[in-house]
């Protein structure tokens, strides 16, 4: 074999990745019961559910369907309540409370008043909410 036919070292060479994390999160499932709220736009149409189970530290968001561009994308806001919270360190259920009680900082939409209702599950919240 002759030189000329040889990988260049640089190509012999182990790859190190460096791991960049990006913004904290809640976990995105949860094996148990979740409590949720809805979230209304300010036409009284239902936008979605923000859920919360304390004992996966998980939360997200659940987007009903049949919803135009606009609906859809006022979600959105309420994402980046969720990334804010978990940055905050805020317990995914204290979150609800606190998103219950004011929410005056999101245009166009807001939570329905009343207590977080609660699901067995998170698949079955998100039957309940395909079903519109």
């Known amino acids: 074999m002759t030189g ?28 148990g019961p979740v409590q949720y709220v809805r979230v209304a736009a300010d036409t009284g149409v239902v936008i979605g559910y923000v859920w919360a189970s304390d004992e996966d530290d998980a939360a997200g968001w659940v987007t009903p369907p049949g919803l135009g561009a606009t609906e859809i994308n006022a979600g959105a806001a309420w994402l980046r ?19 219950i009680r004011d929410t005056s900082d999101i245009r166009g939409s807001r939570v329905v008043p009343g207590l977080p209702a609660e699901s067995t599950t998170l698949d079955g919240l998100k039957k309940l909410v395909s079903k519109g």
């Open 4 to 31: 000329e036919n040889r990988p260049h070292p640089r190509f012999e060479e182990d790859l190190h990745f460096k791991h960049i994390a990006g913004p904290p999160r809640y976990n995105r499932v949860a094996r």
């Open 81 to 99: 309540k969720l990334r804010d919270a978990k940055a905050r360190e805020i317990a995914p259920t204290a979150l609800l409370a606190e998103l």
